[in-house]
């Protein structure tokens, strides 16, 4: 049976895909995450894990493996209703950090994650997203810069992380589920393995 590789540094995917019972190794793949204005993002996370899942297949070589890449971006509808979003990766820094959580503060907006498999043998790529509503209360500025200074937000998708302190911040969550808002839906994960031929845990 072909191993799995998991393209991607993020803790939380990795403790998330252990949990689902899966033997995998770690290889990022390092892409340009940036991605044009007005790009929808449902297409944008799958493009980029795409990218990311056939990054790290070049890297493998003649391995035969099936190689897993996730992507996550929240993204804010236009509140003039033009249809446009605004995409919100990972923060450059602390002030980019602070910007992204005061333009979430009571909002309502879609963190949506990329998913892609890919079966090195033959370059299959099976991919797939999920879009988790997440609602947030209004978030207080001295909340904003306790929450900066405490360092949370690096390599967090908005600058907040759901699965750390951050959930004091959300009301409701409607659609997906939360292991999306950590950074990978599981059960679509495993799905888009099934389709390559992988044999899931029981």
């Given at each position: ?59 493998l ?11 996550t ?15 919100l ?101 495993l799905?888009l ?10």
């Amino acid at each position: 049976m072909a191993r799995i590789v998991l393209a991607s540094a993020s803790p939380r995917r990795r403790e998330l895909l252990a949990a689902a019972g899966l033997a995998f190794e770690v290889r990022p793949a390092d892409v340009d995450e940036s991605l044009p204005p007005g790009t929808d993002p449902e297409a944008g996370a799958v493009r980029l894990a795409r990218d990311k899942a056939c990054a790290a297949a070049r890297c493998l070589g003649a391995v035969d493996a099936l190689v897993l890449a996730a992507d996550t971006i929240v993204a804010l509808e236009d509140p003039a209703g033009s249809g446009e979003w605004r995409l919100l990766g990972k923060p450059a820094d602390a002030g980019e950090a602070r910007a992204m959580l005061r333009s979430l503060s009571g909002s309502r907006h879609a963190v949506v994650t990329g998913v892609a498999a890919l079966r090195t043998r033959d370059g299959v790529v099976e991919s797939g997203s999920e879009r988790t509503w997440v609602t947030m209360r209004a978030i207080e500025p001295e909340e904003i810069e306790a929450y900066v200074r405490s360092g949370e937000w690096e390599g967090k998708a908005g600058g907040y992380a759901i699965q750390e302190t951050a959930d004091r911040f959300v009301t409701r969550l409607e659609e997906g589920g939360l292991d999306n808002v950590v950074g990978l839906p599981v059960r679509l994960a495993l799905e888009l393995l099934s389709r390559l031929g992988h044999s899931l845990p029981r």
